[in-house]
């Protein structure tokens, strides 16, 4: 009498079998996976960036028609609102990127870490940047040249001087 957990001659032990590293579950389909999540990553970036240069148009737009309940501020400031979207966009890939990997998908985990390491750097490179906070040059004045009459002419009138 055997008995029924003792192995066989012959037969290869189960659990051995059970316990070999087994390939990539997608196989073919792991690049091509990952493909296809960059290019929708790409098209709905492309609908946010659509979207946020739709907002600042029409913030700017209120704001120089006067329908703002309140008065603008002297300075705005940044809007970071891009910023934040961008950071939203760069931690929704990471944790794509590490449902990949957990899972096997070894290509597709790792392109998409390339896409969450290449949103994360242009948001710190913003931050670093300050967003711009410099304010701009002012135009540059022109003097009038001195009225040549020395007079009430209306040469000085015409000229400021």
């Known amino acids: 009498m055997t008995h029924s957990g003792s192995r066989l001659p012959g037969r290869p032990d189960e659990r051995a079998v059970s316990r070999q590293p087994s390939s990539s579950p997608g196989g073919c389909a792991d690049p091509l996976m990952g493909v296809l999540l960059v290019v929708a990553e790409a098209a709905g970036g492309a609908l946010l960036v659509l979207w946020l240069a739709v907002r600042g148009l029409t913030r700017s737009r209120e704001a120089t028609e006067g329908k ?45 870490v390339v896409v969450a390491l290449t949103l994360g750097v242009g948001v710190l490179s913003f931050l670093v940047e300050g967003g711009g906070q410099e304010p701009p040059d002012p135009a540059p004045t022109w003097n009038s040249p001195p009225c040549l009459s020395g007079g009430d002419s209306d040469e000085c009138a015409r000229s400021g001087g």
């Open 68 to 112: 703002v309940s309140a008065p603008p501020p002297a300075d705005p400031g940044t809007d970071w609102t891009p910023v934040v979207v961008a950071a939203a966009l760069a931690l929704l890939v990471a944790c794509v990127a590490l449902g990949l990997l957990r899972g096997g998908w070894y290509w597709s985990g790792g392109m998409q």
